[in-house]
T-cell receptor, first 118, second 112 residues
Framework: AQKVTQAQTEISVVEKEDVTLDCVYETRDTTYYLFWYKQPPSGELVFLIRRNSFDEQNEISGRYSWNFQKSTSSFNFTITASQVVDSAVYFCALSEARNTGTASKLTFGTGTRLQVTL | EAQVTQNPRYLITVTGKKLTVTCSQNMNHEYMSWYRQDPGLGLRQIYYSMNVEVTDKGDVPEGYKVSRKEKRNFPLILESPSPNQTSLYFC???????????FGSGTRLTVV
């Protein structure tokens, strides 16, 4: 069975600080996908990134960066120079690569609430 | 615009009154799924469908029904809602063989 753990329930930072959100996953599959979603106060889910298990390169997109380490089963998300607009709940999720039945579902972590204040 | 449309966005109902939350996608996706989001629990899958007339239970199916008579629609039915079904619900779709999920905007349901 797959599992995603986001141990940080809530994080508070002051604007311009860097912040890292942790994500640890478990799966028996060798091929899988990892995701990060942002949920602002309005409630919708905003897709941030998808990463294939074969691609361990770190990714940077503006102030966002992701560190994927297969050896520790982690897919951590860092926001550099945080801003108030980054305040949201962030979810890490896992999907197995087999496109059949229950393997197709997304398994979500419990989310990390990030509060960025002035 | 490619999207998943859920209706209604907000719903307050009373215990036992049957309701349907609609979900429609315009991307010709084969796979559709329903999730519920609860504080401290993240999102959990309720039901999914691999294609027309093919549905199966997810992790928390009790108290829910679904149908997939057309490829674009995947309604979630609560025959007799109870207060423990108060939650935020999301519909999602994906094409067969793909790994990118498109989510609807969510339906916030309150059962009193």
């Amino acid at each position: 069975a797959q599992k995603v753990t986001q141990a940080q329930t809530e994080i508070s930072v002051v604007e311009k600080e860097d912040v890292t959100l942790d994500c640890v996953y478990e799966t028996r599959d060798t091929t899988y996908y990892l995701f990060w979603y942002k949920q602002p106060p309005s409630g919708e889910l905003v897709f941030l990134i998808r990463r294939n298990s074969f691609d361990e390169q770190n990714e940077i997109s503006g102030r966002y960066s992701w560190n994927f380490q297969k050896s520790t089963s982690s897919f951590n998300f860092t926001i550099t120079a945080s801003q108030v607009v980054d305040s949201a709940v962030y979810f890490c999720a896992l999907s197995e690569a087999r496109n059949t039945g229950t393997a197709s579902k997304l398994t979500f972590g419990t989310g990390t609430r990030l509060q960025v204040t002035l | 615009e490619a999207q998943v449309t859920q209706n209604p966005r907000y719903l307050i109902t009373v215990t036992g009154k049957k309701l349907t939350v609609t979900c429609s996608q315009n991307m010709n996706h084969e796979y559709m799924s329903w999730y519920r989001q609860d504080p401290g629990l993240g999102l959990r899958q309720i039901y999914y469908s691999m294609n027309v007339e093919v549905t199966d239970k997810g992790d928390v199916p009790e108290g829910y029904k679904v149908s997939r008579k057309e490829k674009r629609n995947f309604p979630l039915i609560l025959e007799s809602p109870s207060p423990n079904q108060t939650s935020l619900y999301f519909c999602a779709s994906r094409r067969a063989g793909g790994h990118g999920y498109t989510f609807g905007s969510g339906t916030r349901l309150t059962v009193v």
